[in-house]
């Protein structure tokens, strides 16, 4: 399997860029919704960059571990608060296979929301979805830096020795 590691800095200037695309669509978000996990960091970035104060969260599970993925998403929590008649930006780091967007956005659709845009850093080609703005769309496996820990416990997991694993980190550009 081919691996990417996105570092901070590379993460940050993508997120600069995403807010670049969603001003100049002219979206200008009520509120920011990110998913939990991945998508929080970019949610807040976009808060930041969009000067949008409102964030919500919410979280879904679709991954059991690094390759094993759940048959279908599962809701952890529910939206705090009324989403009609709100611009919702929602924000994820990643569509793989495309289901939980699909999902989430018509869990959202049906909590009364008419205007919704989704914005993630990145996109597989195989997606059944398609964001609103995406940064790019990659084929390999991608590591992100607030997922490293679970990306090394997997490499331990699959009985690599600390070798293996530090020639692994070394080939990605993983800084020490």
Same mark, same amino acid.
């Given at each position: 399997?081919? *691996?990417? *590691?996105?570092?901070?800095?590379?993460?940050?200037?993508? $997120? &600069?860029?995403?807010? !670049?695309? @969603?001003?100049? /669509?002219?979206?200008?978000? /009520?509120?920011?919704?990110?998913?939990?996990?991945?998508?929080?960091?970019?949610?807040? &970035?976009?808060?930041?960059?969009?000067?949008? !104060? #409102?964030?919500?969260?919410?979280?879904? %599970?679709?991954?059991?571990?690094?390759?094993?993925?759940?048959?279908?998403? !599962?809701?952890?929590?529910?939206?705090?608060?009324?989403?009609?008649?709100?611009?919702?930006?929602? $924000?994820? /780091?990643?569509?793989?296979?495309?289901?939980?967007?699909? *999902?989430?956005?018509?869990?959202?659709?049906?909590?009364?929301?008419?205007?919704?845009?989704?914005?993630?850093?990145?996109?597989?080609?195989?997606?059944?979805?398609?964001?609103?703005? *995406? @940064?790019? #769309?990659?084929?390999?496996?991608?590591?992100?830096?607030?997922?490293?820990? #679970?990306?090394?416990?997997?490499?331990?997991?699959?009985? !690599?020795?600390?070798?293996?694993?530090? %020639?692994?980190?070394?080939?990605? %550009?993983? #800084?020490?």
């Amino acid at each position: 399997m081919d *691996y990417i *590691y996105f570092n901070w800095s590379k993460i940050y200037f993508q $997120c &600069l860029e995403l807010a !670049k695309k @969603i001003k100049t /669509d002219g979206f200008f978000p /009520d509120l920011i919704l990110g998913l939990a996990r991945g998508g929080l960091i970019i949610a807040r &970035l976009l808060s930041d960059f969009l000067k949008v !104060k #409102e964030i919500l969260t919410l979280q879904l %599970e679709s991954y059991k571990t690094l390759n094993q993925k759940k048959s279908s998403p !599962k809701l952890i929590n529910d939206i705090s608060c009324s989403v009609n008649n709100k611009k919702i930006l929602l $924000c994820d /780091d990643l569509v793989d296979t495309g289901e939980t967007m699909v *999902y989430i956005t018509n869990y959202i659709k049906n909590k009364g929301c008419n205007n919704m845009k989704v914005a993630t850093l990145h996109k597989k080609p195989h997606s059944k979805f398609t964001p609103d703005f *995406y @940064i790019q #769309e990659v084929n390999a496996w991608i590591i992100y830096p607030w997922e490293l820990q #679970e990306f090394i416990t997997a490499l331990q997991k699959s009985k !690599k020795n600390i070798t293996d694993i530090e %020639e692994e980190l070394s080939k990605l %550009e993983v #800084e020490n």
